[in-house]
T-cell receptor, first 115, second 113 residues
Framework: GENVEQHPSTLSVQEGDSAVIKCTYSDSASNYFPWYKQELGKGPQLIIDIRSNVGEKKDQRIAVTLNKTAKHFSLHITETQPEDSAVYFCAAGKLGMEYGNKLVFGAGTILRVKS | DTEVTQTPKHLVMGMTNKKSLKCEQHMGHRAMYWYKQKAKKPPELMFVYSYEKLSINESVPSRFSPECPNSSLLNLHLHALQPEDSALYLC????????????FGPGTRLTVT
């Protein structure tokens, strides 16, 4: 089955700096890679996702890059703000499965943005 | 609107109790999911319903019984739980089984005493 590894487990940055979180996956058939942000006491919130036919995707301060050959993908947050502090999860899944899109999550990264 | 609602927010139950968790979405999504999340861990998939039919059961113990009465509602019936079942139970939905984006609810914090 799919296995997703996520690094680092904790990340502290100064406000305004950039933050990068990296994930690797094992199943070459995986073709969908979302990133979720989870704040304390809340459910995971989808912040950005990428499909395997795309190498990079941006949404304002957030970007995701995908290297299919190396089977890794990364989340980049620029100009970090205190409200970016949360737990971030990467995940891998396979699109086109009629029975449901089964996601396998990484272990999570605690991001702390110091002001 | 990408809102998934879950009730109750918190639930404390004894090992002999029977209780139910409820999830609702009004986005017209036809796939719904139950996840379990232990503290400081990622969500783990339990069940998937696609067009109101159970399509994935991740070898979940029978003391957890899912139900999908209609396309907007998803229930999780709980019976004879163990203390190790204490966790955050998350519901999610996607447009259909082929759709990528899953949207999560806020979860129900379950404590089994």
């Amino acid at each position: 089955g799919e296995n997703v590894e996520q690094h680092p487990s904790t990340l502290s940055v100064q406000e305004g700096d950039s933050a990068v979180i990296k994930c690797t996956y094992s199943d070459s058939a995986s073709n969908y890679f979302p990133w979720y942000k989870q704040e304390l006491g809340k459910g995971p919130q989808l912040i950005i996702d990428i499909r395997s036919n795309v190498g990079e995707k941006k949404d304002q301060r957030i970007a995701v890059t995908l290297n299919k050959t190396a089977k890794h993908f990364s989340l980049h947050i620029t100009e970090t703000q205190p409200e970016d502090s949360a737990v971030y999860f990467c995940a891998a899944g396979k699109l086109g499965m009629e029975y449901g899109n089964k996601l396998v999550f990484g272990a999570g990264t605690i991001l702390r943005v110091k002001s | 609107d990408t809102e998934v609602t879950q009730t109750p927010k918190h639930l404390v139950m004894g090992m002999t109790n029977k209780k139910s968790l409820k999830c609702e979405q009004h986005m017209g999504h036809r796939a719904m999911y139950w996840y379990k999340q232990k503290a400081k861990k990622p969500p783990e998939l339990m069940f998937v319903y696609s067009y109101e039919k159970l399509s994935i059961n991740e070898s979940v113990p029978s003391r957890f019984s899912p139900e999908c009465p209609n396309s907007s509602l998803l229930n999780l019936h709980l019976h004879a739980l163990q203390p190790e079942d204490s966790a955050l139970y998350l519901c999610a939905s996607s447009q259909d089984g082929l759709a990528a984006q899953q949207y999560f609810g806020p979860g129900t914090r379950l404590t089994v005493t």
